[in-house]
């Protein structure tokens, strides 16, 4: 049974790039969760899909921007990129968007502007 | 791999012995509760789940529990092994949908 994976597991950019981090769920889980988790610090919610469609969103610019597909998979773009976002990027599934269901991770793509 | 917590604050404790790490969350309208357990270089590993209407929840060596009047949470862990150095944290779920939000974190560091 596999968990979530995501790719690629490291990257390196340059301000002002443009980035796709990829990331596949639990097997059996619809819904997909993207953190970002600044050194030091604990995860913060980015966006969430289901059903291929944004459900809910934190406190990020449009800049961060996602995709769901029919598999349930999905992708997390970030434009424009800035020193500021160098972080973990951790994409989380679960069954369902409502409820409480836990919310299982991946083990992240450390993204690196310099 | 990558450190994690790198200024968190630390839970120093023995092989063997029983920790506790404990956790304010922000909400009291927060429903559902989850413990996370990162080690370096990955993600974080589910641990433990409880729901509000619940005081306490028995896993395999750890315990929840939750006090919703204070707004607190601790996460037991018996007989404390080396494995279980990481960074825990603690996160809450704010009314129905599945939006997680993290707490700052503790490291536990277990000597031998």
């Known amino acids: 049974d596999a968990g979530v994976t995501q790719s690629p597991t490291h990257l390196i950019k340059t301000r002002g790039q443009q980035v796709t981090l990829r990331c596949s769920p639990k097997?059996?889980?619809?819904?997909v969760s993207w953190y970002q988790q600044a050194l030091g610090q604990g995860p913060q919610f980015i966006f969430q899909?289901?059903?291929?469609?944004?459900?809910q969103r934190g406190n990020f610019p449009d800049r961060f921007s996602g995709h769901q597909f029919p598999n349930y998979s999905s992708e997390l773009n970030v434009n424009a990129l800035l020193l500021g976002d160098s972080a973990l990027y951790l994409c989380?599934?679960?069954?369902?968007?409502?409820?409480?269901?836990?919310?299982?991770f991946g083990d992240g793509t450390r993204l690196s502007i310099l | 791999g990558e450190s994690v917590g790198l200024h968190l604050p630390t839970l120093s404790v023995q092989e063997g012995d029983n920790s506790i790490i404990n956790c304010a969350y922000s909400?009291?309208?927060?429903?559902?509760f989850i413990w996370y357990k990162q080690e370096s270089g990955k993600g974080p590993q589910f641990i433990i789940d409880?729901?509000?209407?619940?005081d306490k929840r028995q896993g395999q060596r750890v315990t929840v529990l939750l006090n919703k009047t204070v707004k607190h949470l601790s996460l037991q862990i018996a007989a404390t092994q080396p494995g279980d150095s990481a960074v825990y944290f603690c996160?809450?779920?704010?009314?129905?949908?599945?939006?997680?939000?993290f707490g700052a974190g503790t490291r536990l560091a277990v000597h031998p």
């Open positions: 989380a599934s679960s069954l369902g968007h409502w409820g409480n269901q836990p919310q299982h």
């Open positions: 097997s059996g889980h619809d819904t």
């Open positions: 996160a809450e779920n704010q009314g129905g949908y599945n939006k997680l939000i």
């Open positions: 899909y289901y059903e291929e469609e944004e459900r």
């Open positions: 409880i729901r509000s209407n619940m």
């Open positions: 909400n009291s309208a927060s429903d559902y």
